[in-house]
């Protein structure tokens, strides 16, 4: 069974300062992992996506997202805040070994960017 | 190009009350979703369709039904609404052959 976890409900942050969000999984083959925003009143929208190769991704608005397989982590990262990036994130996975495409997304960490 | 879309956007009912969910996309994409949305509970899957003419079950099908009326379109149905159904539900759009889903706006509902 696959399954992920978003371990913080609530990240706080100063703009300007580097951000961290926190995503752990648990799969029995190797893993897709991706990362959405949702903006207030929105649908979720695509961030990043790891499936293969290089454990740093790159992502939109600049936001990357660090692989680590010994941990079982995903953590979505960005040097430098903005106020506009003040949202909910979902951490989701997706287990090559379970012959579905279904995903599964984490309970969310709703990020807020303190001027 | 409007990616998926969904009517309605609110949507109030009474305990009993039967309604339809609507989801288009136009991205010719073989794969669609149902979730619901609830506070701390994350994204839980509906109901989904690989492909035109299937749908299959996900984590929270009961009290549920859906109609994959062609590739475009994708609906969900209540027969008979509780309040336990109070959500926002999101439809959700996937390429054969990636993982990548897109999502609509969402419709927010609430049982009375």
């Known amino acids: 069974a696959q399954s992920v976890a978003q371990p913080e409900d609530q990240v706080n942050v100063a703009e300007g300062n580097p951000l961290t969000v926190k995503c752990t999984y648990s799969v029995s083959g190797n893993p897709y992992l991706f990362w959405y925003v949702q903006y207030p009143n929105r649908g979720l929208q695509f961030l990043l996506k790891y499936i293969t190769g290089d454990n740093l991704v790159k992502g939109s608005y600049g936001f990357e997202a660090e692989f680590n397989k010994s941990q079982t982590s995903f953590h979505l990262k960005k040097p430098s805040a903005l106020v506009s990036d003040s949202a909910l994130y979902f951490c989701a996975v997706r287990d090559d070994g379970a012959g579905s495409y279904q995903l599964t997304f984490g309970k969310g960490t709703k990020l807020s960017v303190i001027p | 190009n409007a990616g998926v879309t969904q009517t309605p956007k609110f949507q109030v009912l009474k305990t009993g009350q039967s309604m339809t969910l609507q989801c288009a996309q136009d991205?010719?994409?073989?794969?669609m979703y149902w979730y619901r949305q609830d506070p701390g509970m994350g994204l839980r899957l509906i109901y989904y369709?690989?492909?035109?003419?299937?749908?299959d079950k996900g984590e929270v099908p009961n009290g549920y039904n859906v109609s994959r009326l062609n590739k475009r379109e994708f609906s969900l149905r209540l027969e008979s609404a509780a309040p336990s159904q109070t959500s926002v539900y999101f439809c959700a759009a996937k390429r054969g052959g990636s993982d990548t889903q897109y999502f609509g706006p969402g419709t927010r509902l609430t049982v009375l």
């Open positions: 369709s690989a492909s035109e003419g299937t749908t």
């Open positions: 991205m010719n994409h073989n794969s």
